[in-house]
Nanobody, 119 residues
Framework: QVQLVESGGGLVQAGGSLRLSCAASGRAFSRYTMGWFRQAPGKEREFVVRISWSGGRTYGTDSVKGRFTISRDNAKNTVYLQMNSLKPEDTAVYYC????????????WGQGTQVTVSS
């Protein structure tokens, strides 16, 4: 079973940057679509950004365009989320997710890492 472990969360001032990492188990990581989601208190979990297995195709929600960048290192079984120009509304628990069978359903989830952006 695939396990995902996020790290890199913390407290940052508005306008600052943070880099999240998601380490994945499994030999087939390079074939997975990977994504980041977030959930703020009192809100539903929302999609943030995803990246194809090759790293050649990415897509992010409008709220993070120009600020967040997803990347992956298949040799390290790791996906990253570089977050710049952070805003208080970015405050949430951030989750790493994997689509292992190309059906556009997220099959595996990490435990989450807290990101808090102060105003």
């Amino acid at each position: 079973q695939v396990q995902l472990v996020e790290s890199g969360g913390g407290l940052v001032q508005a306008g600052g940057s943070l880099r999240l990492s998601c380490a994945a188990s499994g030999r087939a990581f390079s074939r997975y679509t990977m994504g980041w989601f977030r959930q703020a208190p009192g809100k539903e979990r929302e999609f943030v950004v995803r990246i194809s297995w090759s790293g050649g195709r990415t897509y992010g929600t409008d709220s993070v365009k120009g600020r967040f960048t997803i990347s992956r290192d298949n040799a390290k079984n790791t996906v990253y989320l570089q977050m710049n120009s952070l805003k208080p509304e970015d405050t949430a628990v951030y989750y790493c997710a994997a689509d292992s069978d190309r059906d556009y359903v997220w099959d595996y989830w990490g435990q989450g890492t807290q990101v808090t952006v102060s105003s």
